[in-house]
């Protein structure tokens, strides 16, 4: 049997490569399948900019408050989010740099004009 061709470039080595441990990208799935929601993204996109209490989020997005707590616990679970209490109110806010990066990466990556993705 021929042995398969490799690619010839500069680029590090697919074994030489640290595979990511099975828990973690069965983390980072359950990270992408929160995320993979029109409504869960808004949020996220609204705390991208500061932390919220639900009733701001709700008036922001024009749905009830119930429904934004919904969207919030799939997010907490995730640990997308954290959240601080002040007297009567829970504040939102994305957990770190990271989860802002995801967000605003996604988004910038899909407003690129398609040209950009053909072939050279």
Do not use: N
């Not at 990511?20 to 949020?43: G, I, K, Q, T």
């Amino acid at each position: 049997m021929a042995r398969p061709q490799t690619c010839e470039h500069e680029a590090v080595s697919v074994s030489e490569r640290r595979p990511a441990s099975p828990e973690s990208l069965e983390r980072a799935a359950r990270l992408f399948r929160a995320v993979a929601d029109v409504s869960r993204l808004r949020v996220l996109e609204l705390l991208a900019g500061g932390e919220a209490c639900v009733s701001e989020l709700a008036a922001e997005l024009g749905v009830g408050i119930s429904t934004v707590s919904q969207q919030l616990k799939v997010l907490w679970i995730e640990r997308l989010i954290g959240r601080r209490r002040a007297g009567k109110h829970i504040y939102y806010r994305l957990a770190d740099q990271h989860i802002s990066g995801i967000v605003r990466g996604v988004l910038d990556h899909v407003q690129e004009p398609a040209r950009a993705f053909e072939a050279e």
